[in-house]
């Protein structure tokens, strides 16, 4: 199976910025469509951004503009650049690879105080 690692997430001061990266092993990455999602306390899980193999990208409106998603296949990994973080912004935040069936990080928990 395609195992997923999340990483850089912590707290965060409401306007600072924060990058995720998620380390996939176990398939071949560039075949994988790719993203991220999150849930916030209380909240169903959301999509944030997504990324196709072709390099596409996605984005929930209420992060446009202000994060970026991105991968490096030749480090079979996938990057969420998050600036100008706001408190609602909290959350724990979970990659995500899709080819024949979906594949899950085990989360990263993001803190943003106000």
């Known amino acids: 199976q395609v195992q997923l690692v999340e990483s850089g997430g912590g707290l965060v001061q409401a306007g600072g910025s924060l990058r995720l990266s998620c380390v996939a092993s176990?398939?071949?990455?560039?075949?994988?469509?790719l993203g991220w999602y999150r849930q916030a306390p209380g909240k169903q899980r959301e999509v944030v951004a997504r990324i196709t193999t072709a390099g596409t990208t996605n984005y929930a409106d209420s992060v446009k503009g202000r994060f970026t998603v991105s991968r490096e296949n030749a480090k079979n990994t996938i990057y969420l650049q998050m600036n100008s973080l706001k408190p609602e912004d909290t959350a724990v935040y979970y990659c995500?690879?899709?080819?024949?069936?979906?594949?899950w990080g085990q989360g990263t928990q993001v803190t943003v105080s106000s």
């Open positions: 995500i690879a899709v080819s024949w069936r979906e594949y």
């Open positions: 176990g398939s071949i990455f560039r075949s994988f469509d």
